[in-house]
């Protein structure tokens, strides 16, 4: 037993595994699997820091091994990796499995490498924030999550506020400035998007969002689902859940409950702390945009959350 991260690598192809565990076995402690039985039993009786799976195997696909990760081991960041991006699995991949990043074969390898030491930096600290967790009490009684529906038809607007009023507090935007004036006045637990709002893609705005105040936990929607702008927004927009229009009221409060119960794990865990909303250089405000993004940290970085 070391004290280095340990990694896991599950695919049914051997030569992967073998070539993933030269890339990483200098660095990590590295364990392989050509199954999801046998990685489960690795799991049993190793501590892993995080498991990179592939999707399509013969015995257990990815998103159903990582699901089971996800529920016996949450504290082991999950990854997909996998050479088929088909829209079912890179729903299950963020819906049942919760996975950190979604990546494709074939892999960039500096990529590859950031994604799973940033992932190694989040499994190891989740002890420490476990047991700092333990010790505050949450969330405050008789304080309720505030949920923020944006969406451009005013239709599925009020669609959200039928299906939530009567058990949460919700409010609603439009658009994007309508939006950013409810983040300036209110704290937000929960944000209910389209991925795409009266024109605006949302991705660089839930980017923004994570970075500087990751509590919040995101559910996004839309009528038009490609396996591009999903990929987008679980890698970027860190999205924690997502469902396709028309939404199924069953199953959608299901998600957003459980978005609501993640946004309040996530404030007594120091992982998730609200990051100093430091104004960027005028320069790179210009390159990326400007305006929107801007107002953006200036409406996160407002107020100080108290857990």
């Known amino acids: 037993m070391t004290d280095r991260p340990s990694l896991l690598f599950v695919d049914d192809e051997e030569r992967i595994v073998k070539l993933l565990k030269v890339m990483f076995r200098s660095s990590y402690d590295v364990y392989t699997?050509?199954?999801?039985?046998?990685?489960?039993?690795i799991l049993e009786a190793h501590r892993i820091d995080v498991i990179v799976s592939d999707q399509r195997m013969p015995e257990m696909v990815?998103?159903?091994?990582?699901?089971?990760v996800c529920k016996r081991w949450p504290n082991t960041v999950r990854i997909l990796l996998t050479g088929y991006s088909d829209l079912v699995a890179i729903i299950g991949a963020v819906n049942e499995g919760e996975v950190f990043r979604?990546?494709?074969?074939p892999w960039n390898q500096d990529e590859l490498r950031q994604v799973i030491a940033e992932a190694?930096?989040?499994?190891?600290?989740?002890?420490?924030?476990?047991?700092?967790?333990?010790?505050?009490l949450t969330p405050p009684l008789g304080v309720a999550t505030k949920l923020l529906a944006i969406d451009g038809l005013a239709s599925d607007r009020?669609?959200?506020?039928?299906?939530?009023?009567?058990?949460?507090?919700?409010?609603t935007a439009s658009n994007m400035e309508e939006a950013l004036e409810i983040l300036q006045q209110e704290e937000i637990g929960v944000i209910v998007t389209n991925s795409e709002v009266d024109g605006v893609d949302v991705t660089d705005m839930l980017a923004q969002v994570a970075r500087i105040d990751p509590s919040i936990t995101v559910v996004a929607t839309t009528s038009?689902?490609?396996?591009?702008t999903i990929v987008k927004?679980?890698?970027?927009g860190q999205i924690y859940r997502f469902a396709i229009k028309p939404l199924s009221p069953n199953v959608?409060?299901?998600?957003?409950?459980?978005?609501?119960?993640?946004?309040r794990r996530r404030l007594v865990d120091p992982r998730f702390a609200r990051q100093p909303a430091a104004p960027r250089p005028v320069e790179a405000a210009a390159a990326e945009g400007g305006g929107l993004l801007d107002n953006i940290v200036r409406s996160l970085g407002r107020f100080t959350k108290v857990s």
Do not use: W
């Open 33 to 41: 699997a050509t199954g999801g039985r046998e990685a489960l039993a």
């Open 62 to 68: 990815g998103i159903e091994l990582l699901s089971q």
């Open 102 to 105: 979604f990546l494709n074969k």
């Open 120 to 136: 190694a930096e989040i499994a190891r600290a989740a002890p420490a924030a476990a047991e700092e967790a333990e010790a505050v």
């Open 158 to 171: 009020q669609e959200m506020l039928e299906m939530f009023t009567r058990d949460y507090s919700i409010l």
């Open 224 to 228: 038009s689902p490609d396996a591009d």
């Open 233 to 236: 927004l679980i890698n970027q």
């Open 252 to 263: 959608f409060r299901l998600a957003v409950s459980a978005a609501i119960r993640e946004h």
